[in-house]
């Protein structure tokens, strides 16, 4: 069994589809199932149910899938160890982190670290607090930036920042002309929140309760996937969101939306590690560049 192998049964696993994963793996759809039945063939263990055109993990797949994982996270930090052998001279760093701090907060460190390690091959993947927090513990990120609280005791949190949220309408919606809706007009409004897992939800939800709102009793019209989604969607709409400063600003400053004055706490961004695994020099290379 080679770490190829192991690569292209995760990708496969995870789309639940070969061509999706040969796309991705940059391999041709044939190289992509002959890999597949190599392995199962030399185990005599079937990874993959064939339902009609469609492939579904099997139980045994799916007992594989985490160990596979597993000994991928080894062996990339295997890798790391040697690479820092060479003083951050070559390797990869791979950074998992939520959707507001992947578009907004992130990209200029980025540039930085990129200009300062140029031989450091980036790796960056955009999820919710919930699937950041399941990368790191799974060994698949190095490290994580969330928004939101995790319980893990496998994790470690790292306040690095704060961010400021915001209650947003659109112009013509009634809270943009009131100086401050009372209570029962924010559990009477009909909103547009992010899904459930998201750290900008979970935030929304932990100021409502503060304010003295149940949470789950407000009228959600829409659930949408991704901060750009709900920022379109509240400007054109009788809704309401709350979403990062940093998301809103532009609209703001365009006269797009307006932002309701209703006191939202400040939400800490967090670094996020696995409390017993190596600690490449990348890694914190690029905690030192965020936090000095």
């Known amino acids: 069994m080679t770490l190829e192998q ?24 044939a190289a992509v199932s002959a890999s597949i039945r190599a392995l199962e063939v030399r185990y005599d263990v079937p990874l993959f149910d064939r339902v009609g055109r469609r492939i579904e993990l099997s139980a045994a797949g799916r007992i594989f899938l985490a160990e596979a994982k597993a000994a991928l996270a080894m062996a990339r930090n295997a890798e790391q160890v040697l690479s820092e052998l060479s003083g951050l001279q070559r390797g990869t ?31 960056l993947t955009a999820g919710n607090t919930r699937s950041v927090a399941q990368a790191v513990a799974e060994g698949e ?35 943009a002309a ?29 100021a409502m309760a503060a304010a ?20 379109a969607a509240v400007a054109c709409g009788p809704y309401a969101a709350v979403m990062s400063a ?13 932002e309701v004055k209703f006191a939202l706490p400040p939400r800490p961004f967090f670094l996020l590690r696995h409390r017993n695994r190596h600690q490449s020099a990348a890694s914190l290379a690029l905690e030192q560049l965020i936090t000095s």
Not at 6 to 27: C, K, N
Not at 94 to 119: C, D, E, K, M
Not at 142 to 164: N, P, Q, Y
Not at 220 to 231: C, F
């Open 178 to 206: 009131k100086r401050k809706p009372a209570l029962a007009d924010l559990a009477a409004g009909e909103w547009i929140l992010r899904e459930q897992g998201s750290g900008t939800r979970s935030a929304f939800e932990s």
């Open 246 to 258: 940093l998301v809103a600003a532009e609209q703001l400053a365009a006269g797009t939306l307006r």
């Open 212 to 231: 003295g709102a149940d949470p789950a009793q407000l009228k959600v019209a829409l659930e949408l996937p991704s901060n750009e989604a709900v920022r």
């Open 93 to 123: 760093l791979n950074i998992h982190a939520s959707q507001t701090i992947v578009s907004y907060w992130l990209p200029p460190l980025l540039v930085r670290f990129r200009q300062r390690y140029p031989q450091i091959q980036l790796g």
């Open 141 to 175: 990120a190095d490290i994580g930036f969330i928004e939101g609280g995790i319980d893990d005791a496998s994790l470690s949190l790292r306040t690095i920042c704060e961010d400021r949220m915001v209650l947003v309408v659109a112009p013509d919606h009634p809270w």
């Open 6 to 29: 192991l690569r292209i049964f995760i990708a496969v696993a995870e789309r639940q589809h070969l061509t999706q994963a040969a796309g991705a793996l940059a391999l041709t759809p």
